[in-house]
C-alpha cells in the first residue's frame, strides 16, 4: 500500500513561486512567444507536481486553459501569461 502525503504548505509555496515569476514575467514589455510558453510549460509542471495526489480536476481544468490558449496566435503572452496567472491565484483559495 503506498501512502500519498500531500503537504499543503509545500504545495502553496511551490504555486506561489510559479505566479510570482509569472507576474515578474509579464511586466517584461519585450516578453517573447518562447519564453512565455517556456513559463506554461514550467507552471503545468508545478501544478501536476503538487496537486496530481490532492485533486487531479486542479490539474485538467488548467490543461484546458492552456489548450485554449497557446494556440490562439491572437493573443499576447501576456494576455496569455494573464489567463495563466488568473487560474494559478485562484487554485490558491482551493489548496
Excluded: F, H
Excluded at 10 to 22: F, P
Amino acid at each position: 500500500m503506498m501512502n500519498n502525503y500531500y503537504n499543503r504548505d509545500l504545495a502553496l509555496r511551490y504555486i506561489k513561486d510559479v505566479i510570482d515569476d509569472g507576474l515578474q514575467k509579464m511586466g517584461d514589455s519585450t516578453l517573447s512567444l518562447e519564453v512565455c510558453n517556456a513559463w506554461i510549460e514550467y507552471s503545468k509542471k508545478v501544478l501536476e507536481l503538487t496537486t496530481k495526489d490532492y485533486n487531479p480536476s486542479i490539474l485538467l481544468n488548467y490543461l484546458r486553459v492552456i489548450n485554449n490558449i497557446l494556440y490562439t496566435s491572437s493573443i499576447t503572452p501576456q494576455n496569455k501569461l494573464s489567463m495563466c496567472l488568473e487560474y494559478l491565484i485562484g487554485i490558491l483559495k482551493l489548496l
